[in-house]
T-cell receptor, first 114, second 116 residues
Framework: KQEVTQIPAALSVPEGENLVLNCSFTDSAIYNLQWFRQDPGKGLTSLLLIQSSQREQTSGRLNASLDKSSGRSTLYIAASQPGDSATYLCAVRDSGGGADGLTFGKGTHLIIQP | DAGITQSPRHKVTETGTPVTLRCHQTENHRYMYWYRQDPGHGLRLIHYSYGVKDTDKGEVSDGYSVSRSKTEDFLLTLESATSSQTSVYFC???????????????FGAGSRLTVL
């Protein structure tokens, strides 16, 4: 059974810093990996998706990397802003496309101090 | 915007009563999912559907049933609600990308259910 772990569980940094969120998964035979953002009391917003054949994806100040062989992904946030404060979730879809959805980590709660 | 609507957004009910949550999509996507989100557990899959009348169980399906009589609607039913089913429920759809492996899961805004 796939298990997804996110470290750290919580992180508080001053505005302007670059930061890295970590995600690890136990079964490397994944189909894709997706990073989400969740604001308090809200739904999930997809940030980046990395297909199993890719090594990284970029969107604005966000960069996500994937190392399937080691079962790891990182989300890099450059020049952090208070508006980046949210919970960030990593989720993997297992090999085969997965009609059975995603396996989620428990998230990293990020606070950017003004 | 994938056009996902969940209803009701908030509901308070009593133990033993039936509850149905509705997920409606406007874009004719094949795959639909129901998740619950709880502190300390994260998001867990309850049931999913891969077409009209085609559904299957997820990780935490006990106490829940689903139905999909139309492509656009996926219903989650708690036949007899219990306090352990107090949670936030999210519906999601799989939006297929142009390339294999590029299907993105897109979520609704959530339905907060409290069972007293």
């Amino acid at each position: 059974k796939q298990e997804v772990t996110q470290i750290p569980a919580a992180l508080s940094v001053p505005e302007g810093e670059n930061l890295v969120l970590n995600c690890s998964f136990t079964d490397s035979a994944i189909y894709n990996l997706q990073w989400f953002r969740q604001d308090p009391g809200k739904g999930l917003t997809s940030l980046l998706l990395i297909q199993s054949s890719q090594r990284e994806q970029t969107s604005g100040r966000l960069n996500a990397s994937l190392d399937k062989s080691s079962g790891r992904s990182t989300l890099y946030i450059a020049a952090s802003q208070p508006g980046d404060s949210a919970t960030y979730l990593c989720a993997v879809r297992d090999s085969g496309g997965g009609a059975d959805g995603l396996t989620f980590g428990k998230g990293t709660h990020l606070i950017i101090q003004p | 915007d994938a056009g996902i609507t969940q209803s009701p957004r908030h509901k308070v009910t009593e133990t033993g009563t039936p509850v149905t949550l509705r997920c409606h999509q406007t874009e004719n996507h094949r795959y639909m999912y129901w998740y619950r989100q709880d502190p300390g557990h994260g998001l867990r899959l309850i049931h999913y559907s891969y077409g009209v009348k085609d559904t299957d169980k997820g990780e935490v399906s006990d106490g829940y049933s689903v139905s999909r009589s139309k492509t656009e609607d996926f219903l989650l039913t708690l036949e007899s609600a219990t306090s352990s089913q107090t949670s936030v429920y999210f519906c999601a759809i799989s939006v297929e990308g142009a390339l294999a492996g590029a299907n993105v899961l897109t979520f609704g805004a959530g339905s907060r259910l409290t069972v007293l």
